[in-house]
């Protein structure tokens, strides 16, 4: 598999993707021919109603869920015939996640929710140590290291869900919503920490948002409609 | 490292909820406290039966090849010669504690009114009754001794002495064949009346001296000789050890020949065996369900960890390690709850009620094996691993985007 990209290619490059779901008899089309590219260090919103293909776009281009057809290239890599191995093991070096309700590990302290990742990657502790007290250090949590989740507000259990996001500074950030569940206040810190961290690593984003302060921030807006990208 | 931090995340993980997991731990530890405690009570069965048979027969058992293998067609057709030095000869080796003679007879004992058959026994006085301990239960009168070949007396069951209507001091006859197979008689007196605890021997049961069952059989010879050991494990050692001494006679151990003992260990082996077997699969049940719930609830933390790229496999010995987590800990509880009763019980001094064709009871002991002890707790916790796994396993293969889902 070659992983190398180069600086100009795209992180993401989907064409003529398409995903179908069936309803009972009825073949309901999620998305139709999308054409996608997203740059290194590029923020990209998803917009649209509800149903109209953002989370589907979203799962095809975190590799967790499959198109019907199209092809999907992420750093370099065609993913189409990936079998889930593979697939798993793209997602775990080459693709941060950040969800809507945080989605944090609840017996895990924040440290070890932000370590995680390097801990599957296999990072020694020593290095992951250093590297989490960095991340934490950026998004203002250093001094909750060691508390759980659930003794975090909101705005804390997203920044947290950031810095486990990039600790490993993946090639690619999916965030779906990721201010939906926060006060406006809260949402703008939490918008410049991610444009912030992903200026700074080249880390390109795919976001699906419906808040139009986090749409302002982002480099281009993709509009989808009844899954037709605008 | 990788491994320790897994099974840390595990242990952490069973305490999400609390009180699920005690119930599981619980009904784990009820299971293993179950399989310990009814296979302590084998044990101090089998324990039991091995001391009454090795001290009714001796550790090893010496007698003539025919004697084992055949039926005489005169009395003591089959006996030993020169039991004397053959005596001198076992007590050479540092093994063996006491060599005692055993002469068969049968005939019948008479008070003069009515007669009933007995199967006799001519016994060393003195020894004799050391080494068989309390599976022989002096009723009343008092035990033979080295004058009871004078007399000569003779101890009588207590179902043969109630038949007869006898007591210490009542005179009795023996009559029997000689190894000529003419009939003899010799008057006897009643030193002591016992019980073997089983009706139907005490019914038949006569002890006498060695020297009172060769003059009624008129022979020197005796049928065979126990060899009483100092220690039961070292009855195969000592059994290859001897033979060369022995010349043409043969050995059987105690456990070749006791056949009640056999029998019972056949049983309570399918039994506790059995009972085990459903008590595994309640634990494995008990086990499953808990995680089947406990992955349920966690259903969008598993589809989280998937989409980190967390691999299925490794979901699934995560699950594993917590099931066999819950198994252990239900698995040392149990131990604990099984030793206690065990050392309970030592104080509580509960009487069994006398098993079928025996009429006495008997104390109920537990005993605690630390190796059935290690074998349940690793069984129990490889079972409950199992059982998560198998759970888990299903559980992980579910689409992330659905799990990602689940509410």
Partial sequence: ?230 | MNALKWIGFALRNTLRNRRRSLATVTLTALGSAAILIGGGFALYTYESLQQAAARDTGHLIVATKDFFDREEDTPMQFGIEHFDKLRDTLLANREVRYVLPRLNFSGLISNGDKSVVMIGSGVDPQAEFSVRGPFLTLKSGQLLNEDSAKGPDVLIGAELAKSLKVEPGSALTLLGSTTAGALNAIDVKVRGIVSSGVPDIDKRLVLTSLATAQGLLVTDKVSSVGVYLADMELTAATRAKLAPQLGALATRTWEEEAFFYKAVRGLYDRIFGGLGLVIGLIVVGVVAGAMAMAIVERTREIGTLRAMGTSPGQLVRAFAIEGAALGASGGLLGALVAGGVSIALVFANLQMPPPPGRSVGYPLYVSFSPELALITLAAVSLLAMISAAVVARIAVKKPIVEALGHV
Avoid: W
Avoid at chain 1, 165 to 185: F, G, M, Y
């Fill in chain 1, 1 to 230: 598999m070659n992983t190398a990209l180069r600086d100009n290619a795209p992180v993401v490059a989907m064409r003529g993707v398409s995903k179908s779901y069936r309803l009972g008899a009825v073949l309901v089309s999620a998305l139709h021919a999308a054409d996608v590219a997203v740059s290194r260090g590029e923020m990209v919103a998803l917009t649209g109603p509800s149903g109209s293909g953002k989370s589907t776009l979203l799962h095809i281009a975190g590799l967790i869920d499959t198109a019907d057809s199209g092809n999907y290239l992420l750093a370099g890599t065609a993913t189409t015939q990936l079998d889930e191995a593979r697939r798993t093991q793209l997602r775990r070096n080459a693709i941060g996640f950040i969800f809507q309700s945080f989605n944090l590990v609840p017996v895990m302290t924040v440290a070890e929710n932000v370590e995680y990742p390097l801990f599957l990657d296999g990072i020694s502790s020593s290095e992951a140590r250093e590297r989490v007290a960095a991340m934490l250090a950026r998004v203002g949590l250093a001094d909750r290291a060691k508390h759980r989740p659930d003794e975090l507000s909101g705005g804390q259990r997203q920044r947290v869900a950031i810095a486990r996001a990039l600790v490993k500074q993946p090639r690619l950030l999916i965030a779906d919503e990721p201010t939906a569940n926060l006060d406006s206040h809260t949402a703008d810190e939490v918008i410049a920490v991610i444009r912030e961290l992903c200026h700074e690593a080249g880390t390109a984003c795919l976001i699906a948002t419906h808040d139009a302060r986090l749409t302002a921030h982002c480099d281009r807006v993709l509009a989808l409609r009844d899954g037709v990208l605008q």
